[in-house]
């Protein structure tokens, strides 16, 4: 396609930082439109990353709480799975941890109680607490409503990143549920 002399002067190209040939257009409104293309002379550069996706993953409990580590690795967000909050019922109390408290996993750091029942609250993995959800002593339903996200019950910082092992992945904790369920049916 031949350009105008016009028109081919209001084409810039340029390139981005991950290689990519940007061609932009100013329109006759003054808008500058690009378009990115990739060509076999000018490959995009791809970056690899050397730590495992699988330490940062969120990882559950068979009581059904879950862990999640910050970026850096060296802080987890705790809190109940979407499991434990369905079963719970509607969350009118959350006793939250003192934040200092020094935990080994398993302990107990908190409770919740529901319309339905209470249950305690434990630690996938040891350390000491940082920070606790105070958004939850205003508004426990907030579990409920997202306890896999804003209903988080406190962060931690780990001690032993090993113990993150032992804990069950997304799919495996899935796979747990269903037999729990499973069973649960059975029996009644």
Same mark, same amino acid.
């Given at each position: 396609? /031949? @350009? ?15 290689? @990519?040939?940007?061609?932009?257009? +100013?329109?006759?409104? %003054?808008?500058? +439109? *690009?378009? /990115?293309?990739?060509?076999? #002379? ?37 809190? +109940? ?12 109390? =959350?006793? @939250? ?5 020094? =935990? ?7 409770? +919740? ?10 630690? *996938?993995?040891? %350390?000491? =607490?940082?920070?606790?959800?105070? @958004? ?9 409503? /997202? ?14 990143? $090993?113990?993150?092992? #032992? ?11 269903? $037999? ?9």
């Amino acid at each position: 396609m /031949a @350009l105008s002399r016009t028109a081919a002067r209001s084409i810039r190209n340029f390139r981005t930082s991950a290689g @990519l040939l940007v061609h932009s257009r +100013v329109s006759t409104h %003054g808008y500058t +439109v *690009p378009r /990115a293309t990739s060509k076999a #002379s000018h490959p995009v550069s791809r970056r690899s990353f050397t730590s495992s996706r699988l330490l940062y993953e969120k990882k559950y409990t068979e009581d059904h709480e879950w862990i999640e580590l910050s970026g850096d690795g060296e802080t987890g967000t705790i809190g +109940v799975s979407r499991y434990a909050a369905d079963a719970l019922g509607d969350v009118v109390y =959350v006793e @939250l941890p003192t934040v200092g408290l020094e =935990v080994g996993a398993g302990d107990t750091i908190g409770a +919740v109680e529901s319309v339905k029942s209470a249950s305690d609250i434990m630690t *996938p993995i040891s %350390g000491i =607490v940082t920070e606790a959800n105070s @958004l939850l002593e205003q508004k426990p339903a907030t579990i409920n409503k /997202a306890p896999e996200a804003d209903g988080w019950i406190a962060k931690i910082q780990i001690e032993n990143k $090993e113990e993150m092992e #032992s804990l069950m992945s997304a799919e495996e904790y899935k796979k747990f549920t269903d $037999e729990v369920k499973a069973s649960d049916e059975n029996e009644h």
